[in-house]
């Protein structure tokens, strides 16, 4: 299995708090991205990034803000959490747009 | 609006029997993949298949790519309950953004 690891993998917050998911490599990838899954619209892209301090907005990225300072590590903040944010966000890496991505075993956010 | 969108969004065959699913896609690609992922799980790489290839073969799955009619097909042959899953394809774009845009998917269940 690639080195990707999400954290926290569970999470309850309170509307209105800011919240930071980590994404975190061993693999040296130069591509990281984040992804949002709710029933009936598959996988949304938030944002990624294409090397340190290089980042894009995906699809749906309001609300999100991201951060990547080294290599390894790919946050994800959200300012101030809404209960339409309640999801499942997954990360994931690759090399290049034109090889394989991995995927992160997901984090499970809940705003209450 | 999402890339590519699955067809059927549901599955339900015996063991034994094949499954076939489409994606189709808007614009140009360089190149195109399939996901699985099982429930509660993240997504694992199939297989992927490039913009001059037509077809493609791995093991029991047999990708076709019609850049023609920007869509694409997965066959699984001889299937088994393990292959219970939903199946996402991905597209990057041509317009040189570093994306990986996902369908809807297709949720397969086979029968045991």
């Known amino acids: 299995d690639a080195g990707i690891t999400q954290s926290p993998r569970h999470k309850v917050t309170e509307t209105g708090t800011p919240v930071t998911l980590r994404c975190h490599q061993t693999?040296?990838?130069?591509?990281m991205y984040w992804y949002r899954q709710d029933p009936g619209h598959g996988l949304r892209l938030i944002h990624y990034?294409?090397?340190?301090?290089?980042?894009d907005k995906g699809e749906v990225s309001d609300g999100y803000s991201v951060s990547r300072s080294k290599t390894e590590d790919f946050l994800l903040t959200l300012e101030s959490a809404t209960s339409s944010q309640t999801s499942v966000y997954f990360c994931a890496i690759s090399e290049s747009r034109t090889v394989e991505a991995f995927f992160g075993q997901g984090t499970r956010l809940t705003v209450v | 609006s999402q890339q590519g969108e699955e067809d059927p969004q549901a599955l339900s065959i015996q063991e034994g029997e094949n499954a076939t699913m489409n994606c189709s896609y808007k614009t140009s690609i360089n190149n195109l993949q399939w996901y699985r992922q099982n429930s509660g799980r993240g997504l694992v790489h199939l297989i992927l298949?490039?913009?001059?290839?037509r077809e493609k073969h791995s093991g029991r799955l047999r990708v076709t790519l019609d850049t023609s009619k920007k869509s694409s097909s997965l066959l699984i042959t001889a299937s088994r309950a393990a292959d219970t899953a939903s199946y996402f394809c991905?597209?990057?774009?041509?317009?040189?953004?570093?994306?990986?845009?996902f369908g809807t998917g297709t949720r397969l269940k086979v029968l045991a």
């Open positions: 693999e040296n990838h130069r591509y």
């Open positions: 298949i490039r913009s001059n290839e």
């Open positions: 990034s294409y090397g340190v301090k290089d980042t």
């Open positions: 991905a597209t990057d774009n041509t317009s040189g953004t570093y994306k990986y845009i």
